[in-house]
T-cell receptor, first 113, second 116 residues
Framework: GDSVTQMEGPVTLSEEAFLTINCTYT??????LFWYVQYPGEGLQLLLK?????DKGSNKGFEATYRKETTSFHLEKGSVQVSDSAVYFC????????????FGTGTKLQVIP | EAQVTQNPRYLITVTGKKLTVTCSQN?????MSWYRQDPGLGLRQIYY???????DKGDVPEGYKVSRKEKRNFPLILESPSPNQTSLYFC???????????????FGNGTRLTVT
């Protein structure tokens, strides 16, 4: 079945540092890939998405590129801020009839001033 | 404002006492789903619904029930809660996928349930 593996956290960075959170997936067919972010006390929000190979999703300075050859969708940001502290989830959705989303276990990011 | 509303936000109950967590969305979404979030396990799907009167089991349905009598509402029912159902629960909704257009999920703010 489908699965998503993302790096263990927590990740602690200083403000303005470069961020990479690794995500790899296993899936049949041609899934869409997502990054969701969960701020403390809130539900998940879509951060960015990519629907086909070589697509780059971007939002709020975050980027991720759909790499089919390495089955990866790593999240990057050039300069993190304290306000980016949150839990980040990588996810995939296969274009099957029942629309199931498979989530990774989440990576907690803490940015310190 | 487009949103998914869950109630209550926090709930403490005792083993065996039936409870319902409500979920409502105002975006006319066909698809709705319930997840539980546990440390180290990420989000696991409990039940989902592709449309009114259509529900199906997710990965961890044991001990839960759902209903979808109206498009906007998708309550989660625990008939006889047990301590292993202590968790953070999220309701989510989206448009039903059309071809390769995979619609992202919109989440509620969660319900933290404690069963003693």
């Amino acid at each position: 079945g489908d699965s998503v593996t993302q790096m263990e956290g927590p990740v602690t960075l200083s403000e303005e540092a470069f961020l990479t959170i690794n995500c790899t997936y296993t899936a049949t067919g041609y899934p869409s890939l997502f990054w969701y972010v969960q701020y403390p006390g809130e539900g998940l929000q879509l951060l960015l998405k990519a629907t086909k190979a070589d697509d780059k999703g971007s939002n709020k300075g975050f980027e991720a590129t759909y790499r089919k050859e390495t089955t990866s969708f790593h999240l990057e940001k050039g300069s993190v801020q304290v306000s980016d502290s949150a839990v980040y989830f990588c996810a995939l959705m296969n274009s099957g009839g029942y629309q199931k989303v498979t989530f990774g276990t989440g990576t907690k990011l803490q940015v310190i001033p | 404002e487009a949103q998914v509303t869950q109630n209550p936000r926090y709930l403490i109950t005792v083993t065996g006492k039936k409870l319902t967590v409500t979920c409502s969305q105002n975006m006319n979404h066909e698809y709705m789903s319930w997840y539980r979030q546990d440390p180290g396990l990420g989000l696991r799907q409990i039940y989902y619904s592709m449309n009114v009167e259509v529900t199906d089991k997710g990965d961890v349905p044991e001990g839960y029930k759902v209903s979808r009598k109206e498009k906007r509402n998708f309550p989660l029912i625990l008939e006889s809660p047990s301590p292993n159902q202590t968790s953070l629960y999220f309701c989510a909704s989206s448009f039903r996928n059309r071809g390769l257009l995979n619609s992202p999920l919109h989440f509620g703010n969660g319900t933290r349930l404690t069963v003693t």
